[in-house]
């Protein structure tokens, strides 16, 4: 599923968001920067062993901010590590939605014309799916609409085919399809 926000593509694809070949993508981080399981522990495993170099460096972050490193042997130029929140911790909608509005800045930052997300906060973190979808797709097409921004593409890689279909109902929602 594909929608235009001033001429900037959104799009929805099923898959393993390390094959992605956008200019950045987005692993769905900690405090601490420690890739762990899931979408971290693929990037990883796929990225080599610089990416998490490059985390500890850095050293960590705040739950809401993302902040940028190269991406190793991925076909991607940069990880943009967005640290969502940990569902039950208290503000969790207005956390998730800075991690994304973080991201989509630090990519224009970095110049990137395109960058996928993963579902952020969704599996280890524990936050419901639906709500995820709505948050993210809402914050995305607000700063397509506000920002001054170098991305023409905004991709969402769901893992399995059910995230891809609730992405999609939450997508008609936030942009007025349906
Ligand atoms: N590509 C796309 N989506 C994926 C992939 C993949 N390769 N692998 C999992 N997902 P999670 P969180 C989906 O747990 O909840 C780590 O230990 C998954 O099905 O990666 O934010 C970190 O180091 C789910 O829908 O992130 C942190 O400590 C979504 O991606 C902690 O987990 C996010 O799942 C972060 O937990």
């Not at 080599?48 to 901010?65: A, D, F």
């Not at 970095?110 to 809402?138: E, V």
């Not at 085919?161 to 929602?173: I, P, Q, T």
Request: charged letters at 25%; proline letters at 2%.
């Amino acid at each position: 599923m594909k929608l235009e926000v001033k001429g900037k593509v959104v799009e929805l694809v099923q898959g393993d968001i390390t094959e992605m070949d956008t200019d950045a993508i987005v692993n769905a981080a900690n405090e601490q920067l420690i890739l762990g399981g899931g979408v971290a522990g693929a990037i990883r495993k796929k990225g080599g062993p610089s990416i998490q170099e490059e985390c500890n460096r850095i050293g960590g972050t705040t739950v809401g901010n993302a902040v940028v490193t190269g991406a190793g042997n991925l076909k991607a130029k940069y990880v943009i590590h967005a640290v969502g929140p940990r569902y039950g911790e208290g503000d969790e909608d207005r956390k998730l939605r800075n991690a994304t509005w973080n991201s989509l800045l630090r990519a224009t930052e970095k110049g990137c014309s395109s960058i996928a997300f993963p579902a952020i906060s969704t599996g280890i973190f524990g936050f419901p799916k639906d709500r995820c979808a709505r948050i993210m797709l809402r914050t995305v097409k607000e700063f397509l609409e506000k920002e001054q921004t170098t991305l023409s593409r905004v991709a969402f890689c769901l893992f399995t085919r059910e995230d891809l279909s609730v992405f999609e109902e939450a997508m008609k929602e936030a942009f007025d399809t349906v």
